[in-house]
Structures are given as C-alpha cells and as structure tokens.
RNA sequence: CGGGCAGUAGCUCAGCUUGGUAGAGCGCUACGUUCGGGACGUAGAGGCCGCAGGUUCAAAUCCUGUCUGCCCGACCA
C-alpha cells in the first residue's frame, strides 16, 4: 500500500506560498486557467461560492435600500475621456474594440470587415456610462438619492494575472450612488464600507481593517477612497474591497445636476463601491491550509458531506437510506437562516480517495456512514477545521448538534485569522525597525516575513523612495484608531495618525 | 514594452548534444483482488512532436523564419 503523503497539497505555505495557493485552487477544483490569456473558468464549486458571496451582499444592499440595475459592457471612448484622473488611471488597462463583422481572409480565416466609428471600450468599471445615464435620470432634487448596484464582468488588461486575486476578465458588484448633498454622499460611503466590513467578518470570517487609502492609492477621481484590508497567511495585505467618495468630480465631468428646493441649479455627489471574484482569493488564503482550501460554513456550498461505505451491492441499499435519513434529518436544522445544506457523495470511487477530495474542498463537517455504524447508530465525523480524520458519534445527538458545530467552526476559523494578524502586526517607530521588518532573510528565496506595520508618516517623497524599494505599500489609513501625536518615521514631520504598511497583492 | 525560458498523449515532462520504429508518470477505460484516511495487478485507448520553409536517403532531433505560452521587471480590484 503506498504511503499516502503528509499533506494533500504540495508544496506547503512554508515551503513556496504561491505556488501552494495554486495548488489549492486546482485541489479544490475552484478554477482552473482558460484558453484565453489572463482569464479563467470558474468551476462549479469554486462558482458556488461566488454565488453565496453575491447572495449575502445583496441581501445586505437590498436591505439598506440598494436596487440592481443593468449597464451596457461597451462604453464609447469618448465618455472615459471626460474625467481627466479617470482617463490617466484606467485608459492602460482597456481592451478595446474597433471593428464588428468578421468575413473570411484571403489566405483562410476570418478578418474583422468593418471599422467602428468610435471605438468602444470593454467595461473596466462602469462610473462613465452609468453617469451619463444618470444625468438624464436627475432633474429635481425629488430624483435623489439613487441607489442602485450591478452584478456584472469588467475587464482590466493587466499584465500579470493570478487566479481570482488578478484576472482580466472578472466579476463584481458595482455600486453607484448620487445625492443631494456631500454629508449624504458620505454617509453612503461609510455606510457601504461597514456593509463589507460586515460581511468580511461575519460572513467570510475574514477579519479587515477599515481604512481610507492616500492619495497614490486612491480610485482615479474619486476625492476619499476607503478600503477593507485584510491580511493573509502568508501576512501579505489584500485590499477585499472599495467605497469611494467621488465627491462632484464626475457629476461636473458628466453634467449630472438637478434644482434643489430653493431652485438652484447644482452639482450632484456620487459615490461608487465595489467587491470582486478577488473575495474568493482572499477566502483561500485566509483560512485554507496544507491540506486545501478550508471554508466557513456560511460560505460553504456544501456544510455537510455525507459519504456512505459499502463493499457491496447488499451493503449498498441500507446504508444509501441510512444516508438519505440522515440528509433530511440534517436538513430540517437551520444555520444562518437557512437551512443546512448537505450533499451525499455516492459516486462510484474509492471512499479513500472521495474522503480526501472533501478535504481539499473545504466541506466544513464530513459524515461517514458504513455497515458498523447502522448498527451501533453511529456516524463517524470530521471537522475540516480541526483536521484529523474524526471521530465516531451518536447520530441523534450529531444532528442535533450540527448547527451549533458550524457555528464554532465558522467563528473558529475568524478567531485564528483573528490571532495571526494580530501576531503579526506592530507599532514601528523608526525607520531602521520599519526596513528590518520588511526585509527577507534570503532575498534569493524570501521566506514568508513583515505583517502589518502601524506607522507614523507623511506622503511624500521620501516616504514614495523607501516604499518602491522594500516592495512595501501603506494600505490605509485605518478610521477606527485614535488621533495620536508622533512623526513621521521616513521624514520626521509631524503626524497625527498611524498608516497601516504591508506588502500587499 | 525590455531581459530569461519553453512548446512532444487530457496533465506533468523525458527524448534533441551525437538524425534511423514516438516514450514515462499521472489521469482515462475494462476485468480481477481490495475497501472505516490518498489501493494494487493485468490488459487497453489515446500523438499534425506549435506552425512554415530548408538541409538530408532519412528530421521530434540540425538550420532559418514565424506563432504561442511561462518566468523576472514597469502597471494593478
């Protein structure tokens, strides 16, 4: 019999970070690449979890008074061309298209026939052409607020690309928001960045900083950029997700204004926010571990497995029934307001193999189900978070039990991504602590190093040099820490708020 | 767009230096033995050796061109 490895993914975090998350991604079947440069498939069960992330989110945005709407994916290249900041940030990014028709070559093939009269731009977000749309939504001040979002694909022709963190092609939500007054635009602002902070951690169990980002940083046109950061295992930073106050900027560029009450014509504030497929990347490599991917529960497209054993065909028909029992059972328990959701595996493979393939999916409880147990009335369970390979349980009593064990779970696995972030951050007040803590022992290989460093600084510079060198970028300005006098550790100015600075995706 | 590397079975790759019947592992199919943490055996299916030209009796192998992909930089939800 061949010794089964120590681990189901190769090579581990320690051993290359990357390459493991890669391996991750294909274990769990979450994705895998496509025959067009920088885009991938979404598998069914990576596709799944998107699903419930977009479910959740909505949930939240309907809630708060959000409506989905729909907008075409070509923009006509003039209206990118309005907003100067805008144009500057995305113009290198998009993929655009100059002809329709395609006829056949002279050497074979097909040729694109007929030139357009202005080139359309393929969707790298939507600010444009849902502005022009409404400018001519808003004449009075009755109009406001709108409030809508769009689950929709964008395309931003980045040069590198990595599974769910970087594709060309990817999906997201889209909020865009007009309003009366800047106190309201911000209000919508802040009010959608707890909205994603929300979710991250009660949802994904992902925990995340609040912050606003500084000006490098900042949305092109937008006055007040706000983030989710988030940390991964490897203590790299992910920004999860985007609110932006727009302030008039676009609402000048685009002519979106209406009269106010005293009849004024005046200028409407808008915001705009935004999570993408790059959740699922973030959910990876939070709490996955060297057996695969690990997902919380209320993510999860499946809670429960229910895996039967049977040698043969007479085995076979009891313990099925026993399987389908227990999955209404189970069913009938609701988690997170809904009820559990339970698969059983049947397929025709080895149940060694079937075991091991839920493990690297990241099922969050797996059931094992033989002859032995439907005498003793027992079943056999794992925790994917705790690992091992389980142990026997009276059934009742696990059923009973199992809403409450997808609790633990989902707050166990935030709590440990809660600890590892808070282990690896610290206050740094000088500038030879900040350089040593961000600098690899061997820059050859460079082993998993650095964190969340919270610092004193002033943009500038000085501070741009230094960053570009150690690879490091400030990630926010986080809006739930305390004023707290110090300078700034790159040039000594004085500071009246720590950044947060991490190596980042 | 600069610098490095690679295109051979579904996947990962060997073979190329020194030209001579197209290979391995994994995966897939069938049968048998197995089965409570990644099984094993036997038999099979599966190829425009990226593409085009050249050299040669003969090219996966040598030469020229070309296309595509990957890695490292600049850019980035």
């Given at each position: 019999?061949?010794?089964?490895?120590?681990?189901?993914?190769?090579?581990?975090?320690?051993?290359?970070?990357?390459?493991?998350?890669?391996?991750?991604?294909?274990?769990?079947?979450?994705?895998?690449?496509?025959?067009?440069?920088?885009?991938?498939?979404?598998?069914?069960?990576?596709?799944?979890?998107?699903?419930?992330?977009?479910?959740?989110?909505?949930?939240?945005?309907?809630?708060?008074?959000?409506?989905?709407?729909?907008?075409?994916?070509?923009?006509?290249?003039?209206?990118?061309?309005?907003?100067?900041?805008?144009?500057?940030?995305?113009?290198?990014?998009?993929?655009?298209?100059?002809?329709?028709?395609?006829?056949?070559?002279?050497?074979?093939?097909?040729?694109?026939?007929?030139?357009?009269?202005?080139?359309?731009?393929?969707?790298?977000?939507?600010?444009?052409?849902?502005?022009?749309?409404?400018?001519?939504?808003?004449?009075?001040?009755?109009?406001?607020?709108?409030?809508?979002?769009?689950?929709?694909?964008?395309?931003?022709?980045?040069?590198?690309?990595?599974m769910f963190l970087r594709t060309t092609e990817?999906?997201?939500?889209?909020?865009?928001?007009?309003?009366?007054?800047?106190?309201?635009?911000?209000?919508?602002?802040?009010?959608?960045l707890d909205i994603y902070a929300d979710f991250?951690?009660?949802?994904?169990?992902?925990?995340?900083?609040?912050?606003?980002?500084?000006?490098?940083?900042?949305?092109?046109?937008?006055?007040?950029?706000?983030?989710?950061?988030?940390?991964?295992?490897?203590?790299?930073?992910?920004?999860?997700?985007?609110?932006?106050?727009?302030?008039?900027?676009?609402?000048?560029?685009?002519?979106?204004?209406?009269?106010?009450?005293?009849?004024?014509?005046?200028?409407?504030?808008?915001?705009?926010?935004?999570?993408?497929?790059?959740?699922?990347?973030?959910?990876?490599?939070?709490?996955?571990?060297?057996?695969?991917?690990?997902?919380?529960?209320?993510?999860?497209?499946?809670?429960?497995?229910?895996?039967?054993?049977?040698?043969?065909?007479?085995?076979?028909?009891?313990?099925?029934?026993?399987?389908?029992?227990?999955?209404?059972?189970?069913?009938?328990?609701?988690?997170?307001?809904?009820?559990?959701?339970?698969?059983?595996?049947?397929?025709?493979?080895?149940?060694?193999?079937?075991?091991?393939?839920?493990?690297?999916?990241?099922?969050?409880?797996?059931?094992?189900?033989?002859?032995?147990?439907?005498?003793?009335?027992?079943?056999?369970?794992?925790?994917?978070?705790?690992?091992?390979?389980?142990?026997?349980?009276?059934?009742?009593?696990?059923?009973?039990?199992?809403?409450?064990?997808?609790?633990?779970?989902?707050?166990?696995?935030?709590?440990?991504?809660?600890?590892?972030?808070?282990?690896?951050?610290?206050?740094?007040?000088?500038?030879?602590?900040?350089?040593?803590?961000?600098?690899?022992?061997?820059?050859?290989?460079?082993?998993?190093?650095?964190?969340?460093?919270?610092?004193?600084?002033?943009?500038?510079?000085?501070?741009?040099?230094?960053?570009?060198?150690?690879?490091?970028?400030?990630?926010?300005?986080?809006?739930?820490?305390?004023?707290?006098?110090?300078?700034?550790?790159?040039?000594?100015?004085?500071?009246?708020?720590?950044?947060?600075?991490?190596?980042?995706?």
């Amino acid at each position: 019999m061949a010794k089964p490895p120590k681990h189901a993914i190769s090579p581990t975090r320690d051993e290359n970070y990357p390459e493991w998350y890669q391996q991750v991604v294909k274990a769990a079947d979450l994705a895998e690449t496509s025959d067009v440069r920088g885009c991938m498939v979404i598998k069914p069960w990576g596709y799944s979890i998107w699903e419930n992330i977009e479910r959740g989110l909505d949930a939240m945005f309907k809630a708060t008074g959000h409506e989905n709407a729909y907008f075409p994916l070509f923009i006509p290249m003039s209206f990118l061309e309005k907003e100067a900041e805008h144009v500057e940030g995305f113009a290198k990014e998009c993929a655009v298209v100059t002809h329709h028709r395609l006829e056949p070559g002279p050497e074979g093939g097909l040729v694109p026939a007929a030139p357009l009269d202005e080139p359309l731009i393929v969707r790298p977000t939507s600010e444009t052409i849902i502005g022009a749309t409404f400018a001519r939504w808003v004449q009075s001040y009755r109009d406001l607020p709108i409030l809508l979002n769009q689950w929709a694909n964008v395309v931003r022709w980045e040069l590198r690309t990595r599974m769910f963190l970087r594709t060309t092609e990817f999906l997201w939500q889209e909020g865009h928001t007009v309003h009366a007054t800047e106190a309201e635009a911000m209000e919508e602002t802040r009010k959608i960045l707890d909205i994603y902070a929300d979710f991250a951690e009660n949802t994904m169990a992902m925990p995340v900083i609040k912050g606003e980002k500084t000006a490098g940083e900042r949305f092109p046109g937008a006055v007040h950029t706000y983030s989710i950061e988030a940390m991964m295992q490897d203590r790299k930073a992910l920004q999860a997700g985007t609110s932006h106050f727009l302030g008039q900027n676009f609402s000048r560029a685009q002519e979106i204004k209406f009269q106010d009450q005293q009849g004024e014509e005046v200028f409407a504030w808008t915001t705009s926010w935004g999570v993408s497929t790059r959740l699922v990347g973030g959910l990876i490599m939070t709490h996955s571990d060297d057996d695969g991917l690990v997902l919380p529960p209320k993510l999860a497209p499946a809670q429960v497995v229910i895996l039967p054993l049977y040698r043969n065909d007479d085995e076979r028909g009891p313990v099925l029934a026993a399987c389908q029992a227990l999955k209404q059972q189970i069913e009938s328990k609701r988690y997170a307001d809904a009820p559990v959701r339970v698969r059983i595996d049947d397929r025709d493979i080895r149940g060694g193999e079937k075991n091991w393939q839920h493990v690297k999916r990241g099922v969050p409880i797996r059931v094992t189900i033989g002859p032995r147990d439907l005498e003793s009335d027992q079943v056999f369970v794992a925790r994917r978070d705790v690992g091992g390979k389980g142990e026997p349980v009276a059934r009742a009593a696990f059923v009973e039990a199992v809403p409450q064990t997808l609790d633990e779970i989902q707050s166990n696995l935030f709590q440990r991504a809660l600890t590892l972030r808070e282990q690896s951050t610290c206050q740094l007040d000088s500038l030879a602590e900040f350089e040593e803590y961000f600098t690899p022992a061997n820059p050859d290989q460079p082993e998993i190093h650095g964190g969340l460093a919270w610092c004193h600084f002033v943009d500038g510079p000085e501070m741009e040099e230094k960053l570009k060198q150690l690879k490091v970028t400030v990630r926010c300005v986080p809006i739930d820490a305390e004023e707290e006098p110090g300078r700034c550790i790159f040039s000594g100015q004085p500071s009246r708020r720590r950044g947060v600075f991490a190596k980042a995706y």
